[in-house]
C-alpha cells in the first residue's frame, strides 16, 4: 500500500493477506483424450464479481455426471464430448465480464464517464436483471434445442409432496423428470432417470419438463414418444 498509495492508510495487524492480478486465461481445449480440465485448470481471471466459484462448480457439476455415465457405460454417442462444448463458452463470457469490470475500477476519465453512464442504465429494471443474471450465472443456457423457451436453461428448485423438492432428487446425481400431467413413464430409464409427480398443469406451467443431473431442461412435451425419444438421445438407451 506504502509503495502504491505513498501511505498504508492506518491499516495494521492484517488477519489474512493475498494477491491478485488482471490475467485472463482460457484453455484451448477442455479435452485431450483422458484428460479433462476443469475449474481454474481451465480458466483463470480476476476475482472480479466473485464469479470464479459458480463458474468452477458448475464445469464440475456438467462434468461429473456425464463422466459417470461414460463410466457406468450407459452414455449415449458424444456426451463426453458434450462437456467443451457447453462450458468453454461460458468460460468465455465470464472472462469478457470480468474484463469489463477490471476496466470500469480504473480512475481514468474514460472509465469513469463509463461507469456513470452505466450507472443511469441501471436504473432500468430490464439492463439490471441482465447484469445480475449474468454475474451470478443465472443466465447459462446450453444449445439443446429451441422447441420451447425453457430448454437448455437450469430448472429452478420447486417443492414436491411429502416435503420433498425437485433439487432433492437431483443428489444423486440422477435426471429428473417432473410430470405435471401424471401420466408419463420413464420405464427403461429408472436407473438414470427419476419421475416427479406435480400439483397439476397451469396455463403458464409445461405440462411436463426433463432435468438432466446438473438441473438444465433437456425436453418439455405431454407426449411418451417424444419423452422417450429425449431420454434415448440425453440419457442412453434403455435397460432391457
Known amino acids: 500500500m506504502r509503495a502504491v498509495a505513498g501511505t498504508d492508510l492506518g491499516v495494521h495487524s492484517p488477519r489474512w493477506l493475498s494477491r491478485f492480478g488482471d490475467g485472463t486465461r ?17 480458466h483463470v481471471h480476476p476475482p472480479t464479481g466473485g464469479q470464479g466459484l459458480n463458474l468452477g462448480l458448475q464445469d464440475a457439476v456438467n462434468l461429473g455426471w456425464k463422466l459417470a455415465a461414460e463410466v457406468s457405460g450407459g452414455a449415449p454417442a458424444g456426451l463426453l464430448d458434450s462437456y467443451e462444448r457447453e462450458r468453454r463458452p461460458v468460460a ?3 472472462l469478457d465480464n470480468t474484463r469489463a469490470q477490471m476496466e470500469l475500477v480504473s480512475p481514468q476519465p474514460g472509465p469513469r464517464a463509463v461507469r ?44 414436491l409432496g411429502h416435503g420433498g423438492s425437485l433439487y432433492g432428487l437431483m443428489h444423486e446425481g440422477h435426471g429428473v423428470l417432473l410430470d405435471h400431467t401424471g401420466r408419463l413413464s ?20 409445461p405440462p411436463a419438463v426433463l432435468a438432466r443431473p446438473d438441473g438444465h431442461v433437456a425436453w418439455v412435451g405431454e407426449e411418451q414418444r417424444s419423452l422417450d425419444d429425449a431420454l434415448a438421445v440425453r440419457f442412453g438407451a434403455p435397460h432391457a
Open 26 to 42: 482460457l484453455a484451448d481445449r477442455y479435452r485431450h483424450g483422458r484428460v479433462l480440465l476443469a475449474g481454474d485448470a481451465a
Open 92 to 94: 468465455a463470457d465470464v
Open 116 to 159: 456513470r453512464l452505466l450507472a443511469e442504465l441501471m436504473d432500468l429494471e430490464g439492463v439490471t436483471r441482465h447484469l445480475v443474471e449474468k454475474v451470478i450465472a443465472t443466465d447459462v443456457r446450453y444449445d439443446l434445442g429451441d422447441a420451447h423457451p425453457l430448454l437448455g436453461r437450469r430448472l429452478p428448485d420447486v417443492g
Open 186 to 205: 420413464v420405464a427403461g430409464w429408472t436407473d438414470r432417470v427419476r419421475r416427479a409427480v406435480g400439483n397439476g398443469t397451469q396455463p403458464d406451467r
